[in-house]
């Protein structure tokens, strides 16, 4: 597809589709220098194409090219509110510069837009505990999870937040445990069934948590499955609570 793309480059050079084409082609071969060559030149030729900026964004991200993708990102994010790859590439330029509270703000603002997306409803709750509003995170995801009771994201967020948040007065571990042994009855995993022992874990009933988390690390692998087993030994004294 290059090949002919390049051809197409060459006998129309002020087309910026041709450009914009060619661009993601190389994007996907890993030719991110080219690409982004290519894909600069498509803006410059048609300043206002969604596509070439939002594809522009993605490759400066993957060169590591956080704050010149930005400003192309917010732009792109404003064009195609609806795709999820562009809202998680200008997530993702913001935390890695620092700005996790102007991320907090687009993803607020997502969320007002499309309610019912899942992904951005996850994302936001997860840096909301990570700035200690544990209450709003868990106010979110107890209302999504309302709303939405088989969404597995969710559920899975709300149980582990609600089993392990680090302001103990929120937790609820018979609440976590319901939610986290219906997710994993439903998608049997590791994380599913650390979520098992997380909740088991805040009831302190230590030895079933400890065989919840052996049945995690017998379903995990690489990194996962070394975190899990460095995690076990948590299990073995006499509470287990965090």
Known sequence: AADAFTRAVRAAPQSAVSRLNLGLALARLGKMADAASHLETALRLEPANADGGAALAMVLLEQ??????????????????????????????????????????????????????????VSLSILLADRQRFQDALTLLEEANRRFPDRTATA???????????????????????????????????????????????LERCMEAADWMRRAIDAAQGD???????????????????
Do not use: W
């Open 224 to 242: 996962e499955a070394d975190r899990l087993k460095q995690e076990l030994a948590r299990y073995a004294g006499p509470s287990c609570r965090r």
């Open 64 to 121: 590591g090219s956080d704050a010149d993708a930005l400003g192309l990102l917010r732009r792109a994010v404003e064009q195609r509110p609806e795709d999820s790859n562009v809202r998680a590439g200008l997530v993702r330029a913001l935390l890695k510069l620092g700005r996790v509270d102007e991320a907090i703000g687009i993803l607020a603002r997502l969320r007002v837009r499309d309610p019912d997306d899942e992904d951005t409803l």
């Open 156 to 202: 899975t967020t709300f149980a582990r937040l609600l089993a392990s948040s680090p302001d103990r007065t929120l937790r609820d571990g018979a609440r976590a445990l319901a939610l986290a042994q219906g997710v994993h009855a439903a998608e049997p995993s590791a994380v599913h069934s650390e979520t098992v022992a997380l909740a088991l874990a805040e």
